[in-house]
């Protein structure tokens, strides 16, 4: 289980509780601080501070909860921790590089008996790791990298969640360098049944163009549709070619991707092809997620590869024209375009 991130569907931020395992961490802790010092304050104040670093939801809330804590006599582990938690809630993996150096410094002096969330001295050395790995990916050092994101998984297995995107990261970055899109390749059209299509009549003149992969058997990129349209109606105003690829293009998936399409009346945008399962396209560029979208270019080279709401995918789209901006959509859960549908073989058993 690792620590509270942003979620993955949406392109506004959601304000998110903190992960069971901090919540237990939490109530542990502050059992074991209320029996074992003595303090100026009684527990309830006591409580309501470290609460208040805990929960704090920006900066100025953070900074006012420190400043509190300092007159209460809370010691720096807990801010340190408290602003930990902060940078994580809000994915901020340049703050998170930046307090690498305070964290290092802090470790000598931790204390179990100081601290909100991480029990032992080896949960609280490993997001020093973490963190210095972090710093080290902003600076490219992949070797360095490697060493403290290994150092810290190795502390604190508990938090391989956390670690294990930055690491996927860094791989599919890696993957993807090597990759050249074959763009005379013609790929079966959904919706005009017996024809073809080859991505360069898809990219037409322009510089880049956007690729979308789907399933109706997957949930996830279900829900994600309403992003994907989103998206979508911003690229297809600024003349960006978009490709929506159907997976797994068995008989049955495509009768239900057939019938999910005719009932989604937002599927206007685009292209939708059909990814062939042998030498597919989603292997080729490692789909292992919902949403995943890619974009490329005119020679076919991969300019990124990752989840729309990601903000890289939109700094590329930027520097190819000012103008485009990022949609924002509402965290709202559609309902379900295939309850209509046939139970596949599976789901009977």
Known sequence: MGWPKKPAHHLVPMKHPLSLLLTLSLSLSLLAQNTQESTSTSSPDRDQLIAALMQAADEDALNNAIAQGKKAGLKEQ????????????????????KLAPSLEAQLPQYSPDHTMIFGVKEDFE???????ALAALQKNQLPLFK???????????????????????VRLKEAMAKVTLDLERRFENQKQKGQTTSLKEIAGEAPIFLIHFWSPWVETSLLAMPEFHAVAEVLTKHQIPIASFLLAGTSDS???????????????????????STSSLASTLRIATFPTVILADQEGRILFNGDPADLALWKKLAQQNPEITPPTIKPVLPENPLQDLPKTQDEDQ
Do not use: C
């Not at 490993?126 to 210095?132: A, L």
């Open 78 to 97: 807990m801010f340190l921790e408290a602003r930990f938690i902060l940078l994580i809630n809000q994915n901020d993996t340049a703050g998170l590089a």
């Open 126 to 132: 490993s997001i020093v790791h973490y963190t210095k």
């Open 147 to 169: 060493k403290h994101i290994t150092e810290a998984y190795w502390l604190s297995p508990a938090h391989g969640t956390q670690f294990a995107p930055h690491i996927n990261a």
């Open 254 to 276: 495509r009768k239900d991707a057939d019938t999910f399409l005719q009932k989604d009346k937002n599927v206007t945008h685009g292209h939708w092809l059909i990814d062939p």
